[in-house]
């Protein structure tokens, strides 16, 4: 089955102790993408990658770290987490570049940092 | 630069009545434009996209959206709600401002209630 898979789903944590989210996707995407959505704001984009070892930032980059080392993974790091990066994380892969391009949606890490 | 409005954050209708979710959009170039829905603790699903092909939109579960250039919008539309529409809608644009990458910005959603 095609999916993107996100680990884990669920975590609590204290400020300052580092934590990775781990995505990955069985469809051969070359583009992956993290996002974290908040109530009103909608989905807003942290990181991007286009293909192993191409990375950039998205609107919402400061606090965050992302690497992509083979093609069906792009964990999502926080090197110290602050309780303004409570939310909910969504990792998106896509065939090609988003543009005209569905977008394939992990069920979502939900993080409460207190 | 781009921007998505989404103008209503609820829409409340009751079972077999009309669906209208609006969205309008800003962009420089020629967007692509998309609706997502995202049922309660799920993931986000496509309901349908434009891709600058036929300017009305049709897509799964009933849905269809109308792209208008001339007003910027792109609403989407049911002709009858059902109960298992009930979610969170979001309206998305991507156009390529930069040579290599297509951004992509969400709407902030509507919420979607279907009264029995």
């Known amino acids: 089955e095609a999916q993107v898979t996100q680990n884990p789903r669920y975590l609590i944590t204290v400020t300052g102790k580092k934590l990775t989210v781990t995505c990955s996707q069985n469809m051969n995407h070359e583009y992956m993408s993290w996002y974290r959505q908040d109530p009103g704001l909608g989905l807003r984009q942290i990181y991007y990658s286009m293909n192993v070892e191409v990375t950039d930032k998205g609107d919402v980059p400061e606090g965050y770290k992302v690497s992509r080392k083979e093609k069906r993974n792009f964990p999502l790091i926080l090197e110290s987490p602050s309780p303004n990066q409570t939310s909910l994380y969504f990792c998106?892969?896509?065939?090609?570049?988003?543009?005209?391009?569905?977008?394939?949606f992990g069920p979502g890490t939900r993080l409460t940092v207190t | 630069a781009q921007s998505v409005t989404q103008l209503d954050s609820h829409v409340s209708v009751s079972e077999g009545t009309p669906v209208l979710l609006r969205c309008n959009y800003s962009?420089?170039?020629?967007?692509?434009l998309f609706w997502y829905v995202q049922h309660p603790n799920k993931g986000l699903q496509l309901l349908l996209k434009y891709t600058s092909a036929a300017t009305l939109v049709k897509g799964i579960n009933g849905f269809e959206a109308e792209f208008k250039k001339s007003e910027t919008s792109f609403h989407l539309t049911k002709p009858s709600a059902h109960m298992s529409d009930a979610a969170e809608y979001f309206c998305?644009?991507?156009?390529?401002?930069?040579?290599?990458?297509?951004?992509?910005?969400f709407g902030p959603g509507t919420s979607l209630s279907v009264i029995p």
């Open positions: 998305v644009v991507s156009d390529r401002e930069k040579t290599s990458y297509d951004k992509v910005i």
């Open positions: 998106a892969s896509s065939t090609r570049g988003f543009g005209g391009n569905e977008q394939y």
């Open positions: 962009s420089s170039y020629s967007p692509s």
